[in-house]
């Protein structure tokens, strides 16, 4: 289907509901018509239920908190301008668990009492659909919790010397310890034999067999369960720790499980997290898609081109030469690009809301190619860090609402959220020139040309320029150009000079100022990125 925008210029100040539109603050990206994304090119949301939005009062997170807050995220009506406009959700882990991350799978086909029933989240599906938002999950398949039934039956299979039994099978159990792997006493056979379990993670996290076939068909029914409910695929945790850094075993396996949820699902959408380098990460999306680490975090791309460490032209050629690697190792792969995650300090940290370095590493991401993640709360300000605690807890902070919300920091935190801000939600809705709206002006912007996902990228050569470039995206016969100018000075730059092809309209810009286009021209202000053809 196609989609017909029409981005304005607004002349004068307008404020829509807490969305800003006016002169120096980006354009207002009006719809005459819309049709909901039906491929994969979407831009997700990351959210860890229990700091989210809780609606039982008892401090913690909840999926029915979620559905109430579906209508922030998309709600369903593209002229509203009142939400967030993402397109996709990753939940983290939902299922039953010991732990508060729920990293610890207790069982696969549940949710967790804590953030709800099943009836919660088939409403929670429900909705979603409704808005056109894929819903995602997190799916832990390298290991367990010690307090799934599988292994208590594994345990109790050893301690009567039944090491034929099904669950013993379940689990990598051995009889000594192998170099490299962490190992943990298991249970002793009645005739005196000791084994030890693999946990590469934690004591309380075995690592199942991924080479039973008893262990695949579990897997196999888990992946179905969850598809037939209605989600659109997964999010796999630490997928280099399937068999632990054989990289052509866990591709193999990871070919696999493609397979087994594409049966009847064609469009699934799963995408792995494998922290390594770009070639290592390049090679695992010969499998499946892949979280896009070499651009996140303080030794990324997007930082170093947003705090002008490293120039424009470099960021589009680094960009365009991952995306074909990548493309020839899978043609159908999609890119997703993000600056931080759970796992990671909140990029608000390292990059000020104030001097705009945060407004130009979301738009870098976010106006490049494939589905970009954003984390809860990065579209605020959140703050977050391991801290002194060395905890993870910190990173994954209470969604600073300011509106009465009741959930609270999780177990473990050392930090306060309401410490780790740059504002709530509440406080930046009405604020044009919050970073609130600018994720929300910016997102629009994306949606707006459609090349810009889906598209094939030609990096200019800017080289002279440390704050600017840009590239083109190829995309069905269409072509659109990205500029930014990470710098706090307008810049004025004849095109003709760069490239043969002839730029003539402005489909829209977000940051600090504005764009025009006069001729060949291009004039963009400081702190702006701009869309044109």
């Known amino acids: ?40 090119y979407r831009t997700y949301y990351e959210i860890f239920v229990g700091a989210f939005s809780d609606s039982n009062n008892d401090g913690i997170g909840d999926l029915r908190g979620l559905i109430n807050r579906l209508d922030y995220l998309n709600d369903g009506n593209p002229d509203s301008l009142n939400s967030l406009g993402i397109e996709g959700i990753w939940l983290m882990p939902v299922m039953p668990s010991p732990s508060y991350h729920k990293y610890d799978v207790t069982d696969y086909c549940r949710i967790d009492r804590q953030y709800g029933t099943m009836d919660d989240f088939d409403e929670l599906i429900g909705e979603c659909d409704k808005r056109g938002i894929k819903l995602i999950i997190d799916l832990v398949l390298n290991h367990t919790s010690s307090q799934h039934p599988w292994f208590l039956k594994a345990r109790e299979a050893v301690k009567t010397g039944d090491m034929d039994d099904t669950y013993a099978r379940y689990y990598v159990l051995e009889t000594e310890k192998i170099s490299g792997k962490a190992w943990y006493e298991f249970e002793k056979t009645p005739d005196g034999i000791q084994y030890y379990y693999e946990g590469n993670f934690s004591p309380s996290m075995p690592e199942l067999d991924l080479d039973n076939p008893d262990v695949l068909r579990e897997i196999s029914d888990i992946v179905k369960f969850w598809l037939d409910k209605g989600v659109g695929g997964f999010r796999l945790d630490a997928v280099k720790f399937y068999y632990l850094d054989e990289d052509i075993k866990n591709i193999i396996f990871l070919k696999w499980l ?20 770009d070639i290592s990460i390049q090679n695992y999306y010969e499998a499946v898609n892949c979280f896009d680490f070499g651009m996140s975090g303080t030794s990324g791309d997007i930082y170093f081109a947003a705090q002008q460490i490293a120039g424009i032209t470099e960021f589009a050629e680094d960009l365009a030469f991952y995306q074909k690697q990548v493309l020839e190792k899978n043609p159908r792969a999609v890119l997703n690009p993000f600056i931080s995650n759970h796992d990671m300090d909140r990029a608000a940290g390292f990059l000020s809301v104030d001097d705009r370095a945060m407004q130009m590493a979301a738009n870098l991401y976010i106006l490049s190619s494939g589905s970009p993640f954003i ?9 977050g860090s391991r801290g002194t605690a060395s905890t993870d807890a910190n990173r994954r902070l209470a969604m600073l609402w300011g509106d009465g919300d009741t959930v609270k920091d999780p177990r473990g935190s050392t930090y306060n959220s309401n410490n780790q801000t740059n504002g709530t939600v509440k406080s930046q809705s009405p604020d044009r020139d919050s970073l609130l709206n600018h994720y929300k002006n910016l997102i629009r912007l994306r949606n707006a040309n459609p090349e810009i996902a889906r598209g094939i990228i030609e990096p200019l050569n800017f080289s002279q320029y440390t704050s600017f470039g840009g590239f083109i995206s190829n995309y069905s016969g269409s072509k659109a150009a990205v500029f930014h100018n990470t710098g706090e ?44 053809k």
């Open 258 to 277: 493609n397979e087994e949820c594409r049966k009847n699902y064609d469009e699934v959408y799963i995408v792995a997290e494998n922290w390594s380098g």
């Open 1 to 40: 289907m196609k989609i017909h925008y029409l981005i304005l210029p607004v002349i004068c100040s307008v404020l829509f509901s807490g969305f800003y539109a006016g002169c120096g603050h980006g354009v207002l990206v009006r719809k005459l018509e819309y049709n909901a994304v039906t491929d994969n």
């Open 489 to 532: 000075t307008e810049l004025k730059v004849d095109l003709s000079l760069y490239t043969d092809i002839n730029f003539s309209v402005i489909r829209g810009y977000a940051g600090k100022g504005q764009a025009a286009l006069n001729g060949g021209i291009l004039s963009i202000s400081g702190y702006t990125s701009a869309v044109i």
């Open 375 to 383: 984390y809860y709360g990065e579209e605020i300000g959140m703050k």
